[in-house]
């Protein structure tokens, strides 16, 4: 009897210990109407503004800590906010043509975190496959989290996804119709407290 007790008990704590050791995992889905992806382009005589909507997208914690991360991005919704009316038209229209995102044949970009490195309180260096045009690339940028929301900037060179139009990096002698190949983007994630 004295031996079953003794076994029971050691069952138990082990069993105890390896439930202590299994990190907590939360997956957070991200609120695709309260985030927002803001881009910023910029050419030799001034920039342009704009945004995209977030299809979907999802943080992955253990512990409290940053674990992963993925996220869809609809292009067919780029637009442009620094301008109106036929000119923005104009732009929109032609960063949805071929010359820039072909969004009629590659509606979808994604970004697939693959390593996370904590850099401070709440702050993150975060490297992801991100995948513009059907062509993946890796992409270093730091993410902050707080509460309920995330925020990012990362500075993206669009030569590296065949986004020709415009660019030094396959046109010589273009002057101040250059268009610089990196452009910058703003990504502010909220989530649901619930999810």
């Known amino acids: ?26 997956k957070k889905e991200v609120n695709t109407e309260k985030s927002t992806v803001t881009w910023k382009a910029y050419k030799v005589t001034g920039s342009h503004t704009g945004t995209v909507a977030l299809k979907s997208g999802s943080l992955m914690f253990e512990d409290g800590q940053l674990s992963g991360g993925e996220f869809a991005v609809d292009m067919t919704s780029l637009t442009a906010t620094d301008l109106e009316g036929e000119w923005r038209d104009k732009l929109v229209g032609h960063l949805k043509s071929d010359d820039f995102f072909s969004t009629a044949s590659h509606p979808e970009s994604t970004l697939v975190f693959t390593s996370i490195k904590a850099n401070g309180k709440n702050s993150y260096e975060v490297t992801g496959d991100l ?65």
Not at 152 to 175: N, P, Q
């Open 1 to 26: 009897m004295k031996k079953q007790i003794i076994t029971l008990a050691l069952a138990l704590m082990a069993g105890g210990a390896a439930l202590a050791t299994e990190p907590a995992v939360e």
């Open 131 to 195: 995948t513009i045009k059907g062509i993946t690339k890796p992409v270093t940028f730091d993410l902050s989290v707080y509460g309920s929301k995330a925020t990012a900037t990362m500075k993206i060179d669009r030569a590296e996804y065949d986004v020709r139009y415009g660019s030094g990096s396959f046109f010589d002698d273009l002057g101040d119709k250059t268009i610089y190949d990196e452009f910058d983007l703003v990504v502010d994630l909220e989530w649901d407290t619930a999810s």
